[in-house]
């Protein structure tokens, strides 16, 4: 069974901390993706990488990086923490050519 | 570049009865199409997709989906809900062509069962 694992279910942190979310998956895919998931917003797109080292901006980077230094790790980087990134955080993978993404179980982030 | 509209943002069914939820979807290229459900509190897992082939597409849980491209919509159905129907519907679509291909979602659908 593909797994992709997402460090914590739920996460509070404060205004303007460094948040850290990781995204962990365990069948070589090459393709990682973070979205952003919010009460009639669906799924926004914030960060997808193809490759090692190799990322592209989604729909919404603004306040996010990411980093992708082994292929199966993937993690999203909040700089500057703020209120308006209270959010469900999904991670997913896929193999080149998306023919399907696998989800983990995602991290709801509350920032205070 | 590709876009996905769900166009119910809510749907209410009887149990027992049959659903259709509806996506259409906007691309100058060849996709691939797909449906994901999302139980409370849950990650998003895979119900059918649409790779080419045959347009009529079957799922888990009883769902299917058909494909037509004259219409550019895939809408997902059931011929009998279950209470445990009861969760979000996505569309998702992608060329998956190139590497760095997106996979785009749709607003979702909240699929309400009534007793």
């Known amino acids: 069974d593909v797994k992709v694992t997402q460090s914590s279910r739920y996460l509070v942190k404060r205004t303007g901390e460094k948040v850290f979310l990781e995204c962990v998956q365990d069948?070589?895919?090459?393709?990682m993706f973070w979205y952003r998931q919010d009460p009639g917003l669906g799924l926004r797109l914030i960060y997808f990488s193809y490759d090692v080292k190799m990322k592209e901006k989604g729909d919404i980077p603004e306040g996010y990086s990411v980093s992708r230094e082994k292929k199966e790790r993937f993690s999203l980087i909040l700089e500057s923490a703020s209120t308006n990134q209270t959010s469900m955080y999904l991670c997913?993978?896929?193999?080149?050519?998306?023919?399907?993404?696998?989800f983990g179980q995602g991290t709801r982030l509350t920032v205070v | 570049a590709q876009s996905v509209t769900q166009l119910d943002s809510q749907v209410p069914v009887f149990e027992e009865a049959p659903v259709e939820l509806r996506c259409n979807y906007s691309?100058?290229?060849?996709?691939?199409l797909f449906w994901y459900v999302q139980y409370p509190n849950q990650g998003l897992q895979l119900l059918l997709k649409?790779?080419?082939?045959?347009?009529l597409v079957k799922g888990i849980n009883g769902f299917e989906a058909e494909f037509n491209k004259s219409q550019t919509s895939f809408h997902l159905r059931k011929p009998s809900v279950h209470i445990s129907d009861t969760a979000e519907y996505f569309c998702?679509?992608?060329?998956?062509?190139?590497?760095?291909?997106?996979?785009?979602f749709g607003k979702g659908t909240r699929l309400h069962i009534l007793p």
């Open positions: 069948m070589d895919h090459e393709n």
């Open positions: 649409y790779l080419s082939g045959s347009t």
């Open positions: 997913a993978s896929s193999y080149t050519g998306n023919t399907e993404a696998f």
């Open positions: 691309s100058s290229v060849s996709v691939y």
């Open positions: 998702a679509v992608t060329k998956g062509i190139y590497r760095d291909d997106k996979i785009i």
